[in-house]
């Protein structure tokens, strides 16, 4: 949104519609652009733990069902090179390079918003070794390995071993390519290069620089083989996640970040234990918080259930560090309250209860539409009129306004639009 | 001259929900959403509590 003229009955918002460099009446959705496309980027839907294309759908169930491409990735939009791949796959002719942001113009007589929130990003708090430690993961992380349609198709992989996938792939390409070099030359000489390899060693290889090369090349590749017999070694005794931590209040009700309890992740840690636990019997999660908030109507049966069935041991207390053995299993050191000593203890995955806080662009906003924001910089709304902004017409739904569930976003979305309905119907039935 | 039409900002499920409702009342609503695909965090959701239902 660029631009907000008028008031309450009549605003004129000016949008500003992003170009997708694809013909959205074209497009039939059919991935055949992306499967060619050559360009990988890391997918932020799964939260940075897999990849996508340059050319892609926000997620597969996505709407609408139409391909994007991402500018800035694009070898042809944003690097300046030839490409061209996905045109010459696309069957419907929907690709369109030139395709350019277009402005709409629209006249309306209220404002719903429900711009949502952002994860808190973990990072900034450096005892819990977020960026630094592979198996810490968001719980927004998480979910995503626990899905069928995500990155691990919903296995319980810790992000470490999917790492040293990853690097034994790429020593997989490397080895490929030295021994093709290797091999080369043992013909061409018509010697091992073991023999080279220990005149190489011993100093009798004498000056030709030819040998000198293959020497050395030789035994790169002898390291990078045995680098990659190690890795292989670690990959076939790696076993998925099982010991699992979560850990509360990540950024809420913690002076230094945010005053406020978050609300809805109490509940998603039960939530995320007991299917991690539905997935793996063998699972067994400890959930470290100040208190288990379970709020609402059904949670303290959902919290006990967990506990009973799925495994779960709820431990009071605020986790003060998170460190990393050499296996890089995440430790987690807490006092007991119950024994009232420090302890530590080993976990295979640790997951974060990250704060939920204003979406990226709520100041903007509300400036563009003169909206106040409250002291933790969520929409601001009239304590006794909820779904008022400080704006006639404007009104607010969901976490925009603050953390809250999906039950409770969807009640006040209900009784947004119908604020927003008041405003506008009676115009209706005077047209017609 | 009031104005018919509706403005919703965000295409999670608040907006989604919004639209609709706002939709069912025979209300044009323009729907604006900054990623390519309407449906905010919970459609990065594997299942949501208290039912375990799976998300979007
Ligand atoms: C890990 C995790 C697990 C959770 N599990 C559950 C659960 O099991 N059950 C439950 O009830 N709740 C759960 N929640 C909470 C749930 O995610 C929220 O209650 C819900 O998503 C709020 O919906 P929303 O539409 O308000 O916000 P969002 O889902 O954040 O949607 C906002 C939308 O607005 C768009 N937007 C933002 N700014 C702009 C802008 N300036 N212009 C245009 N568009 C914009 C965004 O792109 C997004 O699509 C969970 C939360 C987390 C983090
Ligand atoms: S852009 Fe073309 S190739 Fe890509 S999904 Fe759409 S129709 Fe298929
Ligand atoms: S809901 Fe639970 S984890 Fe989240 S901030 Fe509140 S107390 Fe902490």
Partial sequence: MEQVAG?????QVKVRKKARYVNENLCTGCGACAEKCPTMVVDVFNAGLGNRKAIYKYFPQGIPSVFTIDATACRQLGQGKKCGVCAKVCQAGAIDYEQKDTTVELDVGAVVLATGYEVFDPSVIPEYGYDRIANVVTALEFERLLSASGPTAGHLDRPSELALEREIEEAQKELKKLQRQVSQLEEKH????????????SGGLGESEDLRKWALLAQDLSALDGRFQSMTHRKASASAARKLAFIQCVGSRDFRFNRFCSSYCCMHSVKEAMIAHEHDNGVSSSIFCMDLRAVGRGFEEYK?????????????????????????NPVIWYESTVSRQVVHETFDLVVLATACVPSAGTSDLARLLRLELDENGF?????????NTSRPGVFVCGCAQGPMDIPESVAQASSAAARAAEIVAPARQAVG | MVSNDVLVIGGGIAGIQAALDLAEMGIQVHMVERLPSIGGKMAQLDKTFPTNDCAI
């Fill in chain 1, 304 to 328: 006990l259930r967990g506990g009973k069935q799925a495994n779960i041991r709820y431990v009071r207390g605020r986790v003060a560090e998170i460190t990393e053995d050499e296996a890089q």
């Fill in chain 1, 7 to 11: 008031d309450v009955g009549s605003f």
């Fill in chain 1, 190 to 201: 018509g010697k091992p290069s073991s023999e080279i390899v220990r005149q190489f060693q």
């Fill in chain 1, 379 to 387: 929409f601001k709304t009239d304590p006794l009129a909820p779904l």
